[in-house]
């Protein structure tokens, strides 16, 4: 059982670039987040999705785009990358009660040049 | 505004001593509460929640918290800390908006050093 799984593990840009972060789960979860953790600020949710075709933003959205075309996928898309999206970023997904837990991946960590 | 409130940045504590990470809350109704623990580069890993009942809850490998309905607290607590729990400790809360759950609203963690 695989879990949460994110790629890539690493990734250094230059200002522009655009990218895809990907995230997949097997456990058949409705629920799917992104979260950034910057140092001291503990970790902000930035989009999340319900179920698929249905996405919303979190508290850090701008820069950052989404899409849910199935239940096990859950990409993260940088248009035009910056240098404050420089970060560590997580993937959580959760069965449908509000009660449960999140499963996070192990994290992507990208600098942005 | 919603907030979640880790007042130490760091706890140091000696193996075998009891070991407090604490967390306080500003939320509207009755919030679900979490803790996570954070391994060096490695995700999140689930520890223990309170949902409603018993304001003692028991979680994984030996934690366990408090949950202060009046003040607004969720304290968590090890009866004898290892060196093995050196890590990065987040306390979560998901708000309650009129009938429905919010997304969970994270504290900006506390580093555990348990020290030998």
């Known amino acids: 059982n695989a879990g949460v799984t994110q790629t890539p593990k690493f990734q250094v840009l230059k200002t522009g670039q655009s990218m895809t972060l990907q995230c997949a789960q097997d456990m058949n979860h409705e629920y799917m987040s992104w979260y950034r953790q910057d140092p001291g600020m503990g970790l902000r949710l930035i989009h999340y999705?319900?179920?698929?075709?249905?996405?919303d933003q979190g508290e850090v959205p701008n820069g950052y785009n989404v899409s849910r075309s199935t239940t096990e996928d859950f990409p993260l898309r940088l248009l035009s990358a910056a240098p404050s999206q420089t970060s560590v970023y997580f993937c959580?997904?959760?069965?449908?009660?509000?009660?449960?837990?999140?499963?996070f991946g192990e994290g992507s960590r990208l600098t942005v040049l | 505004a919603q907030s979640v409130a880790q007042p130490e940045d760091q706890v140091n504590v000696a193996e075998g001593n009891p070991l407090t990470v604490k967390c306080t809350y500003s939320?509207?109704?009755?919030?679900?509460l979490f803790w996570y623990v954070q391994y060096p580069n490695r995700g999140l890993q689930f520890l223990l929640k309170?949902?409603?009942?018993?304001?003692l809850v028991k979680g994984s490998y030996g934690f366990e918290a408090e949950f202060n309905k009046s003040q607004t607290s969720f304290h968590l607590k090890k009866p004898s800390a290892l060196v093995s729990d050196s890590a990065l400790y987040f306390c979560a809360v998901r708000p309650y908006y009129g009938g429905s759950q919010g997304n969970l609203i994270f504290g900006k963690g506390t580093k555990l050093s348990v020290k030998p």
């Open positions: 999705s319900v179920g698929a075709g249905i996405t």
């Open positions: 309170y949902i409603t009942g018993d304001n």
């Open positions: 959580a997904s959760r069965d449908g009660p509000n009660t449960g837990e999140l499963f």
């Open positions: 939320v509207s109704g009755n919030p679900y």
